[in-house]
């Protein structure tokens, strides 16, 4: 596999829009930093000294679907994105709780020293990256210039019991933290077997192709999925912080944005109507036109759009 070029692996040998090509030609560092005891993968863009940014991504996703987003914001921007734990390349933990999630976010960003310098970090993270952010910022949010939301579910109680009921599917994240992760025997079914959730196609084929091969690695016997199954394990506590998602979003008493897919089935204006009622009038919520609930798949250059728009806007009020 080695000697294959990877446009022909995951793009099926297509040209590449430039845009992506230049995106992906930014310098960026890639590594590993020492958490609690466990490796997290990050990559990092920009000038160290510069407005710090923390990005991560969401469920059983990995901080690529932020690499050709970020370096459009790196020439202003000190930024990493990285792999929560069990997914992407970042070991698991025995006990992924959120809490211990949103500690972990705190600690991503005091080992890249991004609470020492005159500007606070600002959290962009997609889905449920977002909940991760939340609960960061319930934890310190005084350290965070503030959280940028990215298509988080957010739905009223009833409905998202009703959802899960009609469906007939568990919470978001469900699955069996017992069951080994299966092998495939080659790549081409592997990659047959990646779809999104909620199921949706994407506005730029060539990005699922790219998010579903780094999904996936080799190993004896085909190709299986890079997450660990352990991060299906969830306490009591991340449920009732899940059913109290909205109001979580309406009082954190810390600055916000809310960037939405226009027509994402996770987030409506039922949300919208929603999180005002329950206080979150105070919250720019802004939708990006033709998107899904995967935005940086179906329009990343209007997502990237609404990044900038909300940081300048923030960035006017720091001066």
């Known amino acids: 596999m080695a000697s294959?070029?990877?446009?022909?692996?995951w793009a099926g040998g297509l040209d590449l829009?430039?845009?992506?090509?230049?995106?992906?030609?930014?310098?960026?560092?890639?590594?590993?930093?020492?958490?609690?005891?466990?490796?997290?993968?990050?990559?990092?863009?920009?000038?160290?000294?510069?407005?710090?940014?923390?990005?991560?991504?969401?469920?059983?996703?990995?901080?690529?679907?932020?690499?050709?987003i970020a370096p459009f914001l790196a020439g202003e921007y000190d930024i990493v994105?990285?792999?929560?734990?069990?997914?992407?390349?970042?070991e698991a933990r025995s006990a992924s709780t959120q809490a211990g999630r949103g500690a972990n976010m705190?600690?991503?960003a005091e080992a890249f020293d991004f609470f020492s310098g005159p500007v606070k970090p600002t959290i962009i993270a997609h889905s449920f990256g977002s909940s991760v952010g939340l609960t960061a910022m319930e934890q310190a949010g005084e350290k965070f210039a503030g959280l940028i939301v990215c298509d988080l579910m957010i739905m009223r109680p009833e409905i998202l019991r009703e959802r899960e009921e009609k469906q007939?599917?568990?919470?978001?994240?469900?699955?069996?933290?017992?069951?080994?992760?299966?092998?495939?025997?080659?790549y081409e079914t592997a990659r047959g077997r990646y779809i999104l959730s909620p199921p949706q196609p994407v506005g730029q084929p060539f990005l699922?192709?790219?998010?579903?091969?780094?999904?996936?690695?080799?190993?004896?016997?085909?190709?299986?999925?890079?997450?660990?199954?352990?991060v299906f394990a969830h306490s009591e506590d991340d449920a009732a912080a899940r059913q109290e998602i909205g109001s979580r979003v309406a009082n954190l008493p810390h600055k916000q944005a809310i960037i939405y897919g226009a027509n994402s089935q996770l987030f409506d204006d039922d949300s919208i109507a929603y999180i005002n009622e329950l206080g979150g009038e105070h919250i720019p919520m802004i939708?990006?036109?033709?998107?899904?609930?995967?935005?940086?798949?179906?329009?990343?250059?209007?997502?990237?759009?609404?990044?900038?728009?909300?940081?300048?806007m923030w960035k006017q009020d720091q001066a």
């Open 4 to 9: 294959t070029d990877i446009s022909e692996i």
């Open 17 to 68: 829009p430039s845009w992506f090509i230049e995106a992906l030609n930014v310098p960026r560092e890639e590594g590993f930093v020492d958490i609690g005891g466990s490796k997290v993968h990050y990559f990092r863009w920009g000038k160290r000294g510069n407005p710090p940014l923390l990005m991560t991504h969401g469920f059983l996703a990995h901080a690529r679907c932020f690499a050709f």
């Open 81 to 90: 994105a990285y792999d929560l734990a069990g997914m992407g390349d970042s």
């Open 106 to 108: 705190i600690a991503v």
């Open 168 to 186: 007939g599917m568990g919470p978001p994240g469900s699955g069996d933290a017992s069951r080994p992760n299966k092998i495939y025997p080659d």
């Open 208 to 230: 699922m192709d790219y998010m579903a091969y780094h999904s996936l690695r080799q190993v004896e016997g085909g190709w299986t999925w890079k997450f660990n199954p352990l």
């Open 287 to 312: 939708a990006v036109p033709e998107a899904e609930h995967h935005l940086m798949l179906d329009q990343p250059i209007a997502f990237v759009t609404a990044l900038r728009s909300v940081l300048a």
